[in-house]
């Protein structure tokens, strides 16, 4: 990883107290690890534990270190079983791995981040969820310097705002609404980054003024309408994430893929339907499940849903007015979810998340569940 971002901050045990005597580490675990560059926290996390959020219960902070939750290229990590015959990883001090000897380094200064940063940083530092009222008070384009629709890097841009000189700014559009599933409700917008720029010349509205911004990166066309927020205020970003699983069981669903594809597999980024209002927070880790056909019992045998009639469905449809527990009696027969993968949060608001795929054992899909369980 070619970041220079020192992005690992793990929990102490203390976090799981529960784990220590029930952690379970691979059979396949080594004994002994290197840690190499473009290694992440989840990557090593995996290679000991079934379920990486665990780390913290098995990692063993070495006090003498200066800051003991960072792990860097070239450390040793060592397998060991403490007194109680609980698993421990810990670092050696300073100590890097160069064949055919080890020796000891003192510089150290970039950290393995829990995650790829080059997936997830241009959400973090750019891409905005905004609510309808908060793209109305942002500074709007008005046009440019030419009579053009679309914009390119060189133009001027006037903008309806004052905005200080010498000021840099993103420069985004209102993209798709992210919605409740269950009742269409309208959680947030998608804020699409478009270009970057700069303001040569400061606006007053009062007096009939507009700022003017040169554009100075362009991934899309810029356009009237779009809006500008500061690069500097709102969208600065940690790195530094806790893995953790909630206290709390919660329940939600993925409404959103930033690949906009219908499957997606690890390493993707989605949008879930629960944030800040759910108590969730950067570094939660989560479940993802899948709902299993529903089935319909007939004479002549069982049926998926997706196979019966126009009749059989309307009978499923029926059913479901009298609840979805199955019984003795029953003839739609609704299947339990199962689970298909995890995922990690690396960026929280009030009403939705974005998320990464950490693990999968199938492909995930838009309208997939998830929950803390």
Do not use: C
């Amino acid at each position: 990883m070619k970041s220079h971002i020192a992005a690992l901050l793990l929990a102490t045990s203390a976090v799981f107290p529960a784990l220590a005597q029930t952690l379970a580490v691979k059979t396949s675990a080594p004994e002994r690890y290197v840690v190499k560059k473009g290694d992440t926290l989840w990557d090593i996390s995996s290679l000991y534990l079934n379920s990486p959020w665990k780390w913290p219960a098995l990692w063993q902070w070495n006090p003498q270190i200066n800051n003991p939750h960072l792990i860097y290229p070239g450390d040793v990590l060592s397998l060991h079983y403490d007194s109680e015959g609980n698993p421990r990883l810990s670092v050696a001090k300073g100590v890097r791995r160069l064949s055919p000897q080890a020796r000891v380094i003192s510089d150290k200064n970039q950290a393995i981040p829990t995650l790829p940063l080059a997936v997830m940083e241009p959400f973090m530092r750019f891409e905005q969820a905004l609510g309808e009222s908060d793209f109305d008070q942002l500074p709007m384009v008005l046009g440019s310097n030419f009579n053009y629709k679309m914009n390119i890097e060189g133009h001027l841009l006037y903008v309806k705002g004052d905005l200080p000189r010498g000021g840099n700014y993103g420069i985004y559009r209102k993209g798709d609404a992210y919605r409740d599933p269950d009742n269409g409700a309208i959680l947030a917008y998608e804020s699409i980054l478009v270009g970057t720029g700069r303001v040569v010349r400061t606006g007053n509205i009062e007096a009939g003024e507009p700022s003017t911004v040169k554009i100075e990166s362009v991934r899309r066309e810029v356009k009237p309408s779009d809006v500008l927020m500061p690069i500097s205020s709102g969208q600065t970003y940690s790195a530094n994430f806790k893995m953790t699983q909630p206290v709390q069981a919660i329940s939600g669903n993925i409404i959103a893929s930033s690949n906009k594809l219908r499957e997606f597999s690890t390493m993707a980024v989605v949008v879930i339907d629960l944030g800040r209002k759910d108590d969730l927070q950067e570094g939660n880790v989560l479940a993802i499940h899948r709902q299993s056909p529903t089935v319909i019992e007939k004479e002549t045998g069982p049926s998926y849903i997706e196979d019966a009639s126009s009749l059989d469905k309307v009978i499923t449809e029926v059913s479901e007015w009298f609840g979805e527990d199955n019984d003795e009696d029953s003839v739609v027969w609704h299947m339990p979810k199962e689970k298909v993968g995890e995922l990690m949060l690396f960026k929280v608001y009030d009403n939705i998340s974005y998320a990464m795929v950490t693990k999968t054992r199938q492909p995930v899909r838009v309208g997939d569940s998830v929950s803390s369980r």
